[in-house]
C-alpha cells in the first residue's frame, strides 16, 4: 500500500495559541506512529509558527517510521536537516511569509541552487524529495537535479475533483507516468483528504508516500487520531 506519513504541524499550531505543552507535540508524534502511519512529517518555518525547530531536535529520537522534514532549503533548515538527518528531506520553494506552500519548484530556472542542496543531503545519506506541480517540463528537469523522488503538489486536484474528478486527475496521470519512466519515485500531497484520496491512490498505482497534515487533523477532530489514521490508511490500500 502507499505510505501514509502524517504532517502534525497543525498540533503545534493549536499549542503554540496558548503556550504551554497542549496538546504535547512529542507524545502526538510517537502516537500517530503506533496508530499505523509510517511515517511523521514535519515543516518547521523560520518564524516557528508552528513545528519549531526544537521540536525536530526532540522528535527525532522517537521515530521508529520514518522521519520527513520539509521545508525551504535556507541555510538555518539545511543545517537543522544536516543534523537531524531524517530519512527524507522534502524542499519546498515557499518563501517565509507563506501561509503554506502554494506552488511547485521551478527546476529550470533553479537548478543548479537544487543540485548544491541536493547533493549535500545525499552525501549526508538522506533520501531527498521536491516539491512539483504537473508541468512536465520541470518533470523532466528534475532528474537533473539529483533528487531521488518528486512530491506532486495536489491542491489543484483537491481544488477541481468535486467538480470534475476525471479531468482533475488528468494531468497528475500524465506528470505521473513521465516521472515514473525517468526513474523518479514519487510522493504527492496538499489538501488530499478522505474525500479524493481513494481515486487519487487508485489512479497512480506506483505512487509511494502521501504526506497529509491539514484534513487528517481535521477529521480527528471528530473521528478521534487513531480511527482517522485507520481510515486514511484503508484508502491507501492498492
Not at 541536493?118 to 512539483?132: D, H, K, Y
Amino acid at each position: 500500500m502507499t505510505k501514509l506519513s502524517v504532517n502534525i504541524n497543525k498540533i503545534a499550531t493549536i499549542r503554540n495559541s496558548r503556550g504551554g505543552n497542549m496538546p504535547n507535540v512529542l507524545k502526538a508524534a510517537v502516537d500517530v506512529q503506533q496508530f499505523g502511519a509510517e511515517g511523521v512529517t514535519v515543516h518547521p518555518r523560520p518564524d516557528e509558527r508552528h513545528i519549531r525547530y526544537q521540536d525536530v531536535l526532540d522528535i527525532r529520537p522517537v521515530i521508529t517510521t520514518e522521519f520527513n522534514i520539509e521545508g525551504y532549503p535556507s541555510k538555518e533548515f539545511i543545517d537543522l536537516v544536516l543534523k537531524v538527518k531524517p530519512h527524507q528531506v522534502t524542499l519546498v520553494p515557499d518563501p517565509p511569509e507563506a501561509l503554506t506552500s502554494n506552488a511547485g519548484w521551478d527546476t529550470i530556472n533553479n537548478l543548479s541552487f537544487l543540485q548544491d542542496v541536493i547533493g549535500r543531503f545525499s552525501e549526508a545519506g538522506v533520501r531527498t524529495s521536491i516539491f512539483i506541480d504537473t508541468d512536465l517540463e520541470n518533470i523532466s528537469n528534475a532528474v537533473k537535479t539529483g533528487t531521488d523522488r518528486i512530491e506532486l503538489y495536489t491542491e489543484p486536484y483537491a481544488t477541481n475533483y468535486p467538480k470534475n474528478k476525471e479531468a482533475a486527475i488528468e494531468p497528475f496521470v500524465e506528470a505521473a507516468n513521465l516521472a515514473n519512466k525517468i526513474g523518479l519515485k514519487i510522493n504527492a500531497g496538499h489538501d488530499l483528504s478522505l474525500e479524493n484520496l481513494k481515486y487519487f491512490n487508485e489512479k497512480i498505482p506506483f505512487l509511494k508516500e502521501v504526506s497529509i497534515g491539514h484534513a487528517l487533523i481535521c477529521d480527528a477532530l471528530y473521528y478521534g487520531l487513531e480511527r482517522t489514521i485507520h481510515m486514511y490508511n484503508e484508502l491507501l490500500i492498492k
